[in-house]
């Protein structure tokens, strides 16, 4: 019989459940957490976003260029796209939730990069660490997402206390924003902005004078251009004045109140005050009303410029406005008619008063009122107008132009006086004789010279009589004088007698003195 092998138990097979997470997703999952949440926390403590316009988006970069608040970062650059019109660029920035306060309406940003603003540097540090955008903080509650950045970071923040002004000038002179405002040669603001104005007449400077300075600025202080050197000679003697060296590299702006002022009700903000070119023109005395006036000269007026003095006995009263030159077709002759602003009330109490100009000048010119050129400057040949009484002139009068403009008569300058003086000196001189007062000189010079050769003679022969004569004087003088000579000798004798008796007449004036009877009674000795 066959024995067939025993049959192997059937293992026991265990099923495995449907799904077993693997340890390989461990990581992946703890990864997707932690970055769950930390977009959680970000979305929790993401600010608001905010666009920012530049001119150019130059040294931004996104994801990397920071937002600075007191070198603190607030925010970061997301994105940087152009403006629809191309014009500029567009900024994102993302603010922190704890910088969700800047995004208010007069919040100011700009890009901080090195800057040479006058005499001031600013953004060295970004050679190194890049470019950062730079945020003052406003003040408003008034929410905001869309700014204008500023192309040059801001004078002033908006932190300083201080009181903004506005100033009017002629022109800009060597200021620049960030220029230095001086009170008593401290440094008390400075220049934030300056335009020109609409009709190109002026330009308007904004100031920011920081506290406690603002509260010496009075409705009647006067400001002035601080800049540069100011030159100037006087009876005292040569003056150099500046505010700091600053200011000569610079520019710059000085304030002061008047004295009667100080301490006044301090001026409001905003209040616009004139920017003097200079402290004397600052502090002088207010011109009044001007008054054209036309003076219209027959004589050359090489010399005077526009910008020129009207004198009136030594004191500056007007400048002179134009010069021109006219054709008078009554007389077929040419004139310059020169127009000048006068200032009436330079003259002091002697102003004349009234509201009526030309009667006024009408009873000037009838006292002898007139123009005339003088020389100012004998180097340069430069004129100024002179007005003064001459009460020699011939009579004329003031009259009216059909601008409004008074005409004032003129009498020959200087100049015109000489030359008019050497053709009446050459009249005379053409009207004298000269070829027979010629004809009379040169017989007096032939008789002159015979009169001279006999002289001659006369003294050559009397030189050889008297020579030999005065050197017999002259040693006979000597011998006179010789130390060992009878003269020298009585003399001495003489001058030895005249001291004796001298010494006497002492003796005897003392005795005298002491003993006054003797004079009556004699010597003691004697009786």
Avoid: C
């Amino acid at each position: 019989m066959t024995d067939f092998p025993k049959q192997a138990p059937e293992p026991d097979v265990a099923r495995a459940p449907r799904w077993v997470p693997s340890l390989i997703w461990v990581v992946p999952i703890v990864a997707g957490l932690i970055g769950l949440s930390l977009l959680i926390h970000e979305i929790r403590n993401a600010g608001p976003t905010i666009e920012i316009t530049f001119a150019t988006a130059e040294g931004i970069e996104p994801g990397k260029t920071k937002v600075k608040f007191k070198n603190v970062d607030i925010g970061n650059v997301t994105g940087v796209r152009l403006s629809e019109d191309r014009s500029a660029a567009v900024v994102e920035v993302a603010l922190d939730q704890s910088a969700a306060d800047f995004a208010v309406e007069d919040s100011r940003f700009w890009v901080v990069r090195p800057r040479l603003a006058g005499a001031t540097v600013s953004g060295l540090g970004t050679l190194l660490s890049g470019v950062y955008i730079g945020v003052d903080a406003g003040r408003s509650k008034q929410e905001r997402t869309r700014f204008a950045g500023l192309e040059t970071p801001p004078v002033v923040s908006s932190d300083v206390p201080g009181t903004r002004f506005v100033l009017h000038a002629e022109d800009i002179g060597s200021l620049d924003v960030g220029a230095p405002v001086y009170f008593r040669r401290l440094q008390a603001g400075q220049v934030e902005r300056f335009a020109l104005d609409p009709d190109g007449r002026r330009i308007t400077l904004g100031v920011f004078i920081r506290s406690p300075y603002d509260g010496f600025v009075t409705p009647r202080t006067r400001f002035w251009h601080a800049s540069g050197i100011d030159v100037s000679f006087d009876a005292s003697g040569f003056k150099l004045q500046t505010q700091s060296l600053t200011t000569i590299v610079a520019g710059g702006i000085a304030f002061e109140p008047p004295e009667e002022e100080a301490g006044d009700a301090r001026a409001a903000p905003g209040t616009a005050f004139a920017l003097a070119a200079s402290h004397d023109a600052a502090v002088k005395t207010p011109d009044g009303e001007p008054q054209t006036v036309v003076m219209r000269f027959s004589e050359s007026v090489r010399g005077l410029a526009p910008g020129a003095p009207v004198d009136f006995r030594g004191v500056t009263i007007g400048r002179v406005k134009s010069v021109g030159l006219t054709h008078d077709a009554a007389t077929d002759a040419y004139f310059a008619p020169v127009a000048a602003v006068i200032y009436p009330e330079r003259l002091g109490e002697a102003a004349p008063t009234g509201n009526a100009p030309l009667k006024i000048a009408e009873r000037l010119v009838r006292r002898g009122l007139r123009a005339q050129l003088k020389t100012g400057n004998l180097v340069t040949g430069q004129l100024y107008v002179a007005l003064d009484f001459l009460p020699e002139a011939v009579p004329a009068h003031a009259a009216l132009t059909d601008d409004g403009a008074i005409a004032i008569p003129t009498v020959p300058g200087e100049l015109g006086e000489i030359q008019a003086s050497l053709r009446a000196i050459l009249k005379k001189v053409e009207a004298m004789p000269l070829d027979d007062l010629a004809r009379e000189a040169q017989r007096t010079l032939v008789t002159l010279n015979k009169t001279l050769a006999r002289l001659d003679t006369t003294l050559a022969g009397a030189n050889a009589e008297l020579i030999p004569e005065l050197r017999d004087s002259l040693r006979t003088i000597g011998a006179t004088l010789a130390q060992d000579s009878p003269t020298q000798q009585d003399t001495r004798a003489a001058l030895r007698a005249m001291t004796d008796a001298a010494r006497s007449l002492k003796a005897l004036a003392d005795n005298l003195e002491r003993n006054p009877e003797s004079l009556i009674r004699g010597r003691r000795n004697d009786r």
